[in-house]
């Protein structure tokens, strides 16, 4: 778990901005994925990358965007199209075939 | 794609008495079940997993059956302790297919002692 990095812990975000989420690992994983929690609610996928400069749509993935320029980066971006974005987003990371998914700290968005 | 269903929502128990929270899944191609213990404000942490090669796993007090034919899964806590209050989350993915992991949505367990 101490191998993936998350920042900001806590973010405010105005309505209109856009604002980018960090996750950086050291784990030389190649699958990366972003979760969003709500309150009471479980995880649900926003995006997940296999590959450096691939990756995939989850269930929930309007209003957001990522890249994957570097292997052991992960950054989402939550557009002002996402407009409810206040929750918990949680960074993930595997080795591509199975094995433990591992977890970053995560990061609080609240709008203000 | 994958859909999880988790049950119950909530669940309270004695100190000492057995929990058991249920999962089913909808893709017969998922053959990883890992199961995760979230503490409020915190990260998901791993408690025990399960590959569809094997029925059963068992971890001291914690256990999880898995029955492909039926595709569902189940973990059994036994001798609850206060420390096991949490919510828990069941998850589902095919490796191979380079799915992602897709959660339930959880159920939160809460033991008074």
């Known amino acids: 778990d101490g191998g993936i990095t998350q920042s900001p812990k806590y973010l405010f975000r105005k309505e209109g901005q856009n604002v980018t989420l960090s996750c950086e690992q050291n784990?030389?994983?190649?699958?990366m994925y972003w979760y969003r929690q709500d309150p009471g609610q479980g995880l649900r996928l926003i995006y997940y990358?296999?590959?450096?400069?691939?990756?995939q749509k989850g269930d929930i993935a309007e209003g957001y965007s990522v890249s994957r320029e570097k292997k052991e980066s992960f950054p989402l971006t939550v557009t002002s199209a996402q407009k409810n974005p206040t929750a918990f987003y949680l960074c993930?990371?595997?080795?591509?075939?199975?094995?433990?998914?591992?977890f970053g700290e995560g990061s609080w968005l609240t709008v203000v | 794609g994958e859909n999880v269903e988790q049950h119950p929502s909530t669940l309270s128990v004695q100190e000492g008495d057995s929990a058991v929270i249920k999962c089913t899944y909808s893709?017969?191609?998922?053959?990883?079940f890992p199961w995760y213990k979230q503490e409020l404000g915190k990260r998901p942490q791993l408690i025990i997993d399960i590959r569809s090669n094997v029925g059963e796993k068992k971890d001291q007090r914690i256990a999880v059956t898995l029955n492909k034919t039926a595709k569902h899964f189940s973990l059994h806590i036994t001798e609850t302790q206060p420390e096991d209050s949490a919510v828990y989350f069941c998850?589902?993915?095919?490796?191979?297919?380079?799915?992602?992991?897709?959660f339930g949505k959880g159920t939160t367990l809460s033991v008074s002692s």
């Open positions: 998850a589902a993915t095919s490796w191979q297919a380079g799915t992602a992991l897709i």
């Open positions: 993930a990371s595997t080795v591509t075939g199975g094995n433990t998914i591992y």
């Open positions: 990358s296999q590959i450096v400069n691939d990756f």
């Open positions: 893709d017969s191609a998922s053959n990883y």
């Open positions: 784990l030389n994983h190649d699958a």
